[in-house]
């Protein structure tokens, strides 16, 4: 039916406008309102419109038509009340309080306090605590002000009321001067948003301007205040309130001195006092009261805040205390940092850390990042030239001139000294942000971590040909002769070298991290860990070839001192496990893809439904697509990648033509064998390195415990190798399924079973 638009718009215009009171009317008590129920009128108006149409008014704007959907929307409209309800609520903060009502209310902010560290935000977690928000607001100028009364040394005489302006007050203040520090390291560091952390405070002030020592006299009055209360308190209440005083104590303690870097160094022992109390928390938990009025979601109309009221979010007290208990441990762990020597420990104990399940909360992922490069000093006593020149020694210039510090010290531009130490200069100043964006990405949640690994190998990419330019012109100045190898030369590039490796290593990773992260499907498992195969022989030749130099350059030192000779034999002993490590992962992997590919050529792998418009060639792209920016090492294509991945492949390198289907499952099976053979002779040598050989300082035993469920991944390998030569190539029928979690979260071993 067609519809006269202006005809619809003058009717319901007139529908507005007319007089008559129908006897369900609802009437507004107004001398100069009256008011008429149009409801019914207009839906028989609105019933002539088809669906999807709109009449809009011209002055009625989309800002305004938006606005109006919010209002007396409960889930929108903060100030919507329903029939009944105040706008403030009922409860009595100065009201008296029994000590299991203390008990219970310390115990419930602490799981808010859990919850906001969990990412949830203030609005929905803390700030829903009328205690709390009492303490907060007004802002309270001095630390006498910051009490329930909102008048200093407001303390009544009587226990209950003690309890309430002693006791819980000080724990109150301590915990919100916590959060304060807490929020403060985390917005200094990198992290993300709505992703990690919420840091909106809605215009509340945590108390910032007051010190924490001031806290710290607070806690330790109402701890001794509890201690003389035997009689008015049972024992069990009053050794639960006082543990938990004093786990705040060691809680506001370890935080306020990871603040100081120089104190970190010597050693905080606040974080070992929080651990040993949490199972006394845990234990005296059942002794509280729960006093679920005290915490409210109106308080929301009083932040500043533009989202719509949100409901309080809660955990329960047994996962905060799990929670607690990692942060503690990982706050006591991480302070482990200062014992790394040189930049390759230092990656290899964040890469070991972040490695942890359940990761490490976002507080102590960014204390980390303070504690490696705060204040752009490496572990608070290391510039960024002191890191770059030590692992350039390390791996390809040991006890070289071009990183001798004292150059800097020459000032005659016409001295080599002084041109040398000006192009190194502008090296480190070249290559200083992109070592510290890889810090900064193994320090973020997994899923961040591989996606900016993605963006740093590109900037690697272009350090490593800035450094070739550098390289040529240091030649000028060091003396340089090339290596000939027939009627070709060919020289060290020490800078680029080093920056290739670095490159190299953050590829691995990338690769790595996708099978942590499920991102591949099993079909692609083959394929992909060719791929990673492809990159640790890739390294493991570049290292061999630096290693040459590095041999070559020893060589030449008629009469090298004891300096040179501690150079030479650190950078031996880095290059060789290094080597070690390469070739027990291309190894490994290499082993992974033939039994992959045997899985999938019998069609024992599970199988997913292909997404439209998806293809093998299409997913081989999406795969490869971080590195195609890249210059070296190349991507390999996806019919190179097949021809080693397929058991029918003509690929001559790959396989003899003259093979039948059996033989080549069994050539596929016997490889994988022989590699997981070496693998396993190799990854039980890496195992049994020294920690100062592995570069692992501060995270042996983590490193060492990650290194042994490797070992057991490549037994696994082989028992499931086992398994389908039996069955597989004997004609039983199998089973495989690909587990969400193995023995190590990079290397995904199927499981194989035969049916009975």
Excluded at 73 to 88: C, R, T, V
Excluded at 586 to 605: D, G, I, N, V, W
Excluded at 616 to 640: A, D, K, N
Excluded at 666 to 684: I, T
Aim: hydrophobic letters at 40%.
């Amino acid at each position: 039916m067609d519809v006269d638009l202006e005809t619809t718009q003058a009717r319901l215009a007139d529908l507005l406008i007319q007089q008559a009171n129908p006897p369900n009317a609802c009437h507004i008590s107004s001398a100069s309102v009256r008011s008429k129920d149009i409801t019914r009128d207009f839906r028989q108006a609105a019933s002539q419109l088809p669906t999807g149409q709109l009449i809009k008014d011209g002055h009625f704007t989309l800002f305004e038509a938006v606005g109006a959907l919010e209002i007396m929307d409960p889930k929108m409209d903060s100030g919507y009340l329903a029939g009944g309800e105040k706008l403030d609520d009922d409860y009595d903060v100065l009201r008296k309080l029994l000590p299991e009502e203390t008990l219970g209310i310390m115990d419930q902010l602490l799981c808010h306090e859990m919850a906001w560290h969990m990412g949830n935000p203030l609005s929905q977690t803390l700030f829903t605590s009328l205690y709390i928000d009492r303490l907060l607001w007004p802002e309270p100028t001095t630390i006498g002000q910051a009490s329930f009364t909102g008048i200093e040394d407001g303390i009544e005489e009587s226990m209950e009321q003690d309890l309430l302006n002693r006791v819980l007050r000080s724990y109150c203040l301590a915990l919100i001067k916590t959060c304060d520090m807490v929020h403060e390291k985390i917005s200094r560091e990198t992290y993300y948003e709505e992703e990690d952390f919420a840091s909106n405070l809605y215009n509340r002030n945590l108390l910032t301007s007051h010190p924490v020592f001031l806290f710290e006299q607070i806690l330790e009055s109402s701890i001794e205040w509890i201690g003389r209360q035997k009689g008015s308190i049972s024992e069990d209440l009053m050794n639960a309130i006082a543990d938990r005083l004093k786990f705040r104590r060691a809680f506001l303690n370890a935080v306020a001195l990871d603040r100081d870097v120089a104190q970190q160094r010597e050693q905080n022992s606040s974080w070992e006092q929080c651990v040993n109390l949490i199972p006394k928390l845990l234990g005296s938990n059942d002794l509280g009261i729960k006093v679920e009025e005290a915490f409210s979601v109106k308080i929301q109309r009083r932040l500043a805040s533009t989202v719509p009221p949100r409901p309080i979010f809660s955990i329960s007290f047994s996962d905060a205390i799990e929670h607690m208990r990692r942060l503690c441990e990982d706050g006591r762990e991480v302070g482990s940092v200062f014992e790394c020597q040189g930049g390759t420990n230092i990656l290899t104990f964040a890469l070991t850390f972040q490695s942890k399940d359940p990761q490490p909360s976002v507080y102590i992922r960014c204390l980390l990042q303070s504690f490696i490069f705060g204040d752009m000093r490496i572990l608070g006593n290391m510039s960024f030239k002191q890191l770059i020149y030590g692992d350039l020694a390390e791996m390809v210039l040991p006890a070289d001139t071009l990183v001798d510090a004292t150059h800097s010290n020459i000032e005659v531009p016409q001295d080599h000294r002084f041109q040398i130490a000006k192009r190194m200069d502008a090296f480190v100043a070249r290559v200083g942000q992109s070592y510290l964006d890889v810090s900064i990405a193994l320090s973020m949640n997994r899923s961040r971590m591989r996606r900016m690994l993605c963006h740093t190998i590109v900037e690697w990419d272009n350090v490593q040909l800035d450094a070739e330019e550098y390289d040529a012109e240091l030649r000028f100045y060091t003396g340089e002769e090339p290596m000939v190898a027939g009627s070709q030369e060919i020289w060290s590039f020490p800078l680029s070298s080093w920056a290739y490796y670095q490159k190299l290593r953050q590829m691995e990773w990338i690769v790595k991290m996708g099978f942590e992260l499920h991102i591949y499907q099993p079909a692609e498992l083959a394929g992909m860990y060719w791929y990673l195969q492809l990159l640790a022989h890739t390294r493991l030749q570049h290292l061999q070839r630096i290693r040459g130099f590095t041999v070559r350059r020893q060589k030449r030192l008629s009469n090298p001192d004891e300096h040179q000779k501690e150079a030479f034999s650190r950078s031996f002993s880095f290059l060789n496990f290094a080597m070690l490590e390469a070739s027990a992962i291309h190894s490994f992997s290499q082993a992974l893809s033939s039994l992959y590919t045997t899985l999938s050529h019998l069609s024992l792998l599970p199988t997913h439904p292909s997404p439209p418009y998806s293809t093998p060639s299409l997913r081989h792209s999406l795969r490869m697509r971080p590195f195609l920016p890249i210059s070296l090492p190349t991507v390999p294509s996806y019919s190179e990648i097949t021809s080693f991945t397929s058991p029918f492949s003509d690929d001559p390198s790959a396989f003899d033509a003259s093979m039948t289907e059996s033989e080549r499952l069994d050539f596929l099976l016997s490889s994988a064998d022989e590699a997981l053979k070496v693998a396993r002779k190799e990854w039980e040598e890496v195992s049994k390195s020294s920690a100062e050989t592995a570069r692992c300082l501060g995270c042996e035993k983590a490193w060492r415990n990650r290194v042994k469920n490797v070992v057991r991944s490549v037994i696994a390998s082989s028992i499931t190798v086992s398994t389908v030569r039996k069955g597989g190539i004997g004609g039983q029928a199998l089973k495989a399924e690909v587990p969400e979690k193995g023995y190590h979260e990079w290397w995904v071993v199927p499981k194989v079973s035969m049916v009975k």
